[in-house]
């Protein structure tokens, strides 16, 4: 470089330290010629301590990114790599320490204005006392939360006042509004726990004097509040049963109803009209049951104008020979068929049927079997099974265990286990109230011809249907049916109020309701 031009580099070089330019210095004092030159070190070095204070201003100003890149511009110069070191020793562990400083205030002000957020203004405001004043997001988080804590207020008041003028409804609606806000205030909390409580007992006085509909209306109000949701959970049950009992009498199930207005009379003792209901249901269900099942039942169900009966009606010639009568006129063989019968339900099961009042129990392995043949270590006739009027008896010449006691002749009652003999045990049911017929529920180790895993003891009439007060259980039906026999004949009609009568004839299966099945005379086969 010529020396007049060196010379002028150099000037530069002093003038940009002394204003302060120092990168333009750098960058001149950068310059090989420059930096090789006597003058071009002193300026370097006296580069290096301006470039040091200057990492000392930033550090003292908390721009710690500033002073690191000054240090590194310092470290360029040669300058005294002590000095640089222990600056920069400094400037790390204060620039660690606020940048952990902020980290908490940030997370301090992000819990607490989730506290607010989510209703705890209480926890938010504890929260803010410790943060620092002049900070623009605290202060901004601490008008937020006066803010919301004067609106909570307000609507405090409002629900008290339309608590107090009866109008409870929208007291809650503000309540609700008010603890949305302000969950845990104790003034809400106290509000709420007045309104629940005078809303609960409105609707339970609802209940018990039978205005289901403000009952519920009642309840509804309870709603938005999400602490009454288990006080008003037993009364949630009574009207659910309530509502299902009044569907069940709307399709004519009037002994499912009773069920139902039973089990919520148990529940809810002091409801007088749940009780009248039962008596009524009860009346209701045994008139209709006794009419239908009855000769004029009978006949206004199965007859129309032409004396015609609606199984008649549409329905395709048969032959002869696959017809069975049995009526008044027929002849003493096929009337007996109706004593002894074999009833076959799809997806039923196989079912003895005995009309008469009296029934044998003996093994199968007999020339001349008895009524129940078992396939067991028994006697011809091991004992007897006999109705008197609703009762039944069992008498055996033999010790028989029946419901855990032993003798020779007892009352059979409903649920009692009846044991003759290790293979031969059965349960006695009488699952309808409204019918005085039995059902012996053979055990599973106990083997009777034709497969039989009931034997129906039948008096007046056998219910067929999914329920468990059915003679007859069957699921693959939605209805009810009632066998019974009228006039020497046998009939099966559905329980609703408008279900025809519809003749049964012998060995032909037929289908009503979605319940197929088909009765036959009883024929022994062995297995």
């Known amino acids: 470089m010529f020396r007049g031009l060196l010379h002028a580099r150099l000037k530069a070089a002093d003038r940009a330290i002394s204003s302060g330019r120092l990168d333009d210095a750098l960058r001149i004092t950068g310059e090989p010629e420059i930096a090789a030159h006597p003058k071009g070190a002193k300026l370097r070095a006296r580069l290096a301590d301006a470039l040091i204070e200057r990492a000392r201003e930033h550090y003292r100003a908390d721009r710690f990114t500033e002073a690191f890149l000054a240090l590194g511009k310092a470290d360029r110069c040669d300058g005294s790599q002590s000095k640089i070191n222990e600056l920069r020793k400094q400037v790390a562990a204060v620039a660690d320490e606020v940048s952990r400083q902020h980290t908490e205030r940030r997370q301090q002000l992000e819990m607490a204005k989730h506290r607010i957020h989510a209703g705890s203004l209480a926890a938010g405001r504890r929260i803010l006392e410790d943060a620092p004043d002049g900070e623009e997001d605290f202060d901004h988080l601490k008008r937020e939360l006066e803010s919301r804590e004067q609106r909570g207020t307000e609507l405090l008041t409002q629900a008290n006042k339309r608590f107090a003028d009866g109008q409870v409804g929208s007291a809650i609606d503000r309540l609700a509004r008010s603890r949305k806000i302000n969950a845990h205030d104790e003034q809400a909390i106290q509000l709420e726990r007045n309104i629940v409580a005078s809303v609960i007992k409105s609707a339970r006085n609802a209940f018990v004097e039978g205005r289901l509909t403000q009952m ?312």
């Open 216 to 527: 519920r209306q009642e309840l509804d109000l309870l709603d938005p509040l999400a602490t009454a949701q288990s006080a008003k959970r037993d009364l949630k049950e009574y009207l659910t049963l309530a509502q299902h009992a009044s569907r069940a009498i709307g399709v004519g199930d009037f002994d499912e109803a009773r069920r139902l207005a039973q089990r919520l009379a148990t529940l809810a003792p002091q409801a007088k009209w749940v009780k009248r209901s039962i008596d009524l249901l009860t009346k209701v269900d045994d008139n209709l049951h006794q009419l239908g099942s009855g000769p004029l039942g009978d006949f206004a169900l199965n007859s129309n104008a032409n004396g015609e009966s609606p199984n008649q009606r549409n329905a395709a010639p048969r032959p002869l020979d696959m017809t069975q009568t049995i009526g008044a006129n027929a002849t003493g063989a096929a009337r007996s068929m109706l004593q002894t019968l074999h009833l076959l339900v799809d997806g039923g099961g196989s079912y003895l049927i005995l009309r008469n009042s009296h029934a044998s129990i003996g093994r199968a392995a007999s020339n001349d079997p008895a009524n129940i043949a078992i396939f067991a270590d028994l006697g011809e006739r091991h004992a007897e099974l006999t109705r008197v009027e609703d009762d039944y008896f069992l008498m055996s010449p033999h010790e028989v265990e029946i419901g855990g006691r032993k003798g020779r002749q007892q009352l059979l009652r409903d649920g009692d286990k009846v044991i003759l003999a290790r293979r031969a045990k059965f349960t006695f049911r009488l699952p309808n109230r409204r019918s005085g017929s039995a059902l012996l529920d053979i055990s599973d180790t106990t083997k009777m011809t034709n497969d039989v895993r009931n034997v129906i003891l039948m008096k007046d009439t056998v219910m067929i249907g999914p329920g468990h007060s059915s003679h007859v259980i069957c699921t693959s039906g939605g209805a009810n049916l009632i066998l019974f026999e009228r006039g020497g004949a046998l009939w099966v009609r559905g329980m609703g109020r408008n279900e025809p009568a519809v003749a049964i004839d012998m060995g032909v299966t037929q289908e009503i309701s979605g319940i197929s099945f088909v009765v036959q005379p009883w024929t022994t086969r062995t297995i």
